[in-house]
């Protein structure tokens, strides 16, 4: 058997014929599976669509908890604390200017360290 | 998206099932040949192409118009036959099946064309041959692909449709030869 052969023999190959009610019916029956099979079906799309819904509520709640979470009053407590320790440091910057422009202070402070 | 199908496809994917249902009208006699010709069974290629459509339906929402929509039918249509778990036993009763037919229909007298007997001899040694094989003659000869689109379709390279175009067409010729020996 050569390829032309082969070809024809295998194009005999017919496809049973259906009836024109069948091919009517056919996509109705798929729209009825998919309601069926899969009720909470919808295209990626839209699914895609409500999980970035979900995500972003989950995000804020996550937000939420976290402001109530005990971690966020320690670390409210140490931002008070570094904002009163630079107000000091700004203080004893300008008293420590105001004591070296005082020479009797400076004096006072030689004679203390030695 | 420079294809006739793309309108409807858009309407889908923005959630219309009435569109969607026009290219369930417009595909479903391809579709059946397919899973026909990848099954043998009437019943299993109804089957088979309702899944496909379901999948299909599934998964247009991820379907961004790089091909044509009859190929990316096409892919997920053989997808679906592949995966149809078709055991040796089945494939074994279904050619079974289709001889004690033939006997069945010689028995009671009835003339059998010679179209018919050549029809059976084909889908029995189509079903003989490994799925992919077969998957790659349906889309080459019944279908017309060329061996690039059937790539495409297959999911697999050019050269890997040759092979088993090749191969399958070797097994095909050597079966038919010898059922022809047989009959005369």
């Known amino acids: ?114 | 998206m420079a294809d006739a199908d793309a309108d409807l496809v858009l309407q889908t994917q923005k959630g219309s099932p009435a569109a969607f249902e026009v290219l369930v009208r417009q595909h479903q006699r391809m579709i059946h040949s397919l899973t026909f010709r990848m099954t043998g069974s009437l019943a299993d290629a109804e089957d088979l192409a309702q899944e496909t459509f379901l999948r299909a339906y599934e998964q247009i929402g991820a379907f961004r118009g790089t091909a044509k929509f009859s190929t990316w039918l096409y892919r997920i249509a053989v997808n679906t036959c592949l995966n149809w778990r078709q055991s040796e036993a089945r494939r074994f009763q279904l050619q079974t099946n289709c001889a004690e037919e033939f006997s069945a229909q010689h028995l009671n007298g009835e003339t059998i064309s010679s179209e018919d007997q050549s029809s059976q001899q084909v889908q029995s040694a189509l079903l003989k041959l490994p799925a992919k094989q077969r998957a790659a003659i349906v889309l080459t000869i019944y279908d017309g692909l060329s061996h690039a689109e059937a790539a495409q379709v297959l999911g697999c390279s050019e050269n890997t449709v040759s092979w088993r175009v090749f191969a399958a067409r070797r097994k095909l010729k050597r079966w038919l030869s010898q059922a022809e020996v047989c009959d005369e």
């Open chain 1, 1 to 114: 058997m050569n390829d032309f052969g082969l070809e024809s023999k295998l194009k005999s190959l017919r496809v049973p014929e259906r009836t024109q009610e069948y091919w009517n019916d056919f996509p109705s029956q798929v729209r009825v599976q998919l309601r069926r099979s899969r009720p909470e079906f919808s295209p990626r799309s839209f699914s895609s669509l409500r999980f970035a819904c979900g995500g972003g509520f989950a995000l804020a709640l996550v937000m939420v908890c976290f402001q109530f979470h005990p971690l966020q009053t320690v670390s409210l407590a140490i931002a008070k604390q570094e904002r009163h320790f630079h107000t000091q440091l700004a203080r004893l910057d300008t008293g420590l200017h105001k004591l070296m422009l005082n020479t009797d202070g400076m004096g006072y402070l030689l004679t203390e360290a030695n």
